[in-house]
């Protein structure tokens, strides 16, 4: 593969990508923070994580905190690998231009 068939479709959509980066950065993330910092509805945001665990890049925990249900969301080594593969991708994809303010 090369060029733009090495973008991991997966990964390229904003919401997964949104996600997917976030998550990059922290430990975990509950669905609410998650629902929050990349501003989408719970129904939207249930059916791109489902994309997400089914691909093997997140890891979804259900449990409950002072008797509320609780979903928590982590990164996956495979989720960690793929990010930084998408992201090799897109600046091969790009050939180390720098876009222009």
Same mark, same amino acid.
């Given at each position: ?47 791109? *994580?489902?994309? /997400?665990?089914?691909? &093997?890049?997140? $890891? ?5 905190? #002072?008797?509320?249900? %609780?979903? *928590?969301?982590? /990164?996956?080594?495979? &989720?960690?690998? $793929? ?5 090799? #991708?897109?600046?091969? %994809? ?8």
């Amino acid at each position: 593969m090369s060029g733009i068939s090495k973008i991991d479709d997966v990964i390229h959509g904003r919401i997964w990508l949104g996600v997917v980066t976030y998550l990059a950065n922290v430990e975990a993330a509950d669905f609410t923070e998650l629902k929050t910092v990349l501003e989408t509805t719970q129904g939207n945001l249930s059916v791109h *994580l489902r994309k /997400l665990e089914d691909a &093997g890049y997140i $890891a979804i925990e259900k449990q409950f905190k #002072a008797r509320k249900p %609780l979903t *928590l969301v982590r /990164l996956t080594q495979t &989720g960690r690998a $793929a990010l930084a593969e998408y992201i090799t #991708a897109l600046d091969a %994809l790009l050939g180390g231009v720098k876009p222009q303010p």
